[in-house]
């Protein structure tokens, strides 16, 4: 039996996020645009997203097989990239038998791959249909320093594979500022990048969400689509960002109404003191929930289309709110804690945090409730 007792959910609007995918696939009209649904679709639920594009989209990104697996058992079947490559040896046979591309970064899997049944890898690839995105990927390092092989190793890297591997080879590189538009770095990573696709007259792909929207430059065979494809735009509110509607929607409801007198305290710590008489929310949400516990005191709540501050502590599942100015508030009405009507953008200042962690740490114990 499936029962719930708290309301406490995130509803997960799957018709926007089609239509981000749409959106930003038409900004990039000569790529292929990878959805990356890696950290449970960013908190999102992974194999809801991946079925809602499953027929927009040709592959799907996560971080690492275990991921991968979880779409599989999922039912997706879907081509899917693995960004942190094989972390075992016995990845390879996982990931032959499953249709996973592994991203090869170190030299350590270069000689796991040379290990791995070479000659089955080079008759797959033959079968491989030119355009199939099961290809050699690569990672290289133009200056994120995080992850992939560094350029003065690359030829001896390429060396190593076989013609058929050579032949099917996408280069990959992540921006380290794709989002600061007025920095240089973005298009001196792309040039380095650029030159060995063009010395190996190979497949390339650098753009995450941010690359897409602010350097068309960057347009790869393949753009990575990450934040953006969850309405969230890295780059702020812009003409171009604009048509990016958030897909999660994070509610709870008032589970307790009292007033309390000017000069009381709210809370853990008794951080907040009144400085007027206040009515006091008391809202079903907190911290292991994965509403951020250093939220500060003003960030807002939206309740019966108003805002209303969280005041006091954020605590393990409860938050509480000053609703005092508000013209309607009763218990069981539902707070949005972030989503259309608050962004998480805002969330996140009054958190010290990044909208990505935002969305990543909404904890199992809150149902991620589909809208379509
Ligand atoms: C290698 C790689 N590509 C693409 C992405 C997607 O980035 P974004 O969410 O900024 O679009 C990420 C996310 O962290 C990543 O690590």
New binding site residues.
Partial sequence: MSYTSRLTQAVIDLNALVSNYQYIDSLASNSNTIA?VKADAYGHDAIKVAHALRDKVSLF?VGFIDEALALRSGGIDTQILI?EGPSKATDFAVADEHNFSLMLHSDYQIEWLKAFSPNAFDQKSVNLPTDNPSQMWLKIDTGMNRLGFQISCVERVISQLSQSQQSQLVLCS?FSTAEQLHSDKPLAQLAKLKALVAKYNCKFSMA???GILNWSESHGDHN?????LYGIS?IGITDISNPLVPVMTLTANIIAIHTIKTGETVGYGDVWQAKRETKIATIAIGYADGYPRNAKAGTPVFINGEIAPIVGRVSMDMITVDVTDLLQVNISDTAELWGKNISIDVVAKYSDTIN?ELLTRVSKRVPKVSLS
């Fill in positions: 990356v990104a960004l992540h995450n969400s941010a990575r689509l990450g934040l953006a890295p990505y």
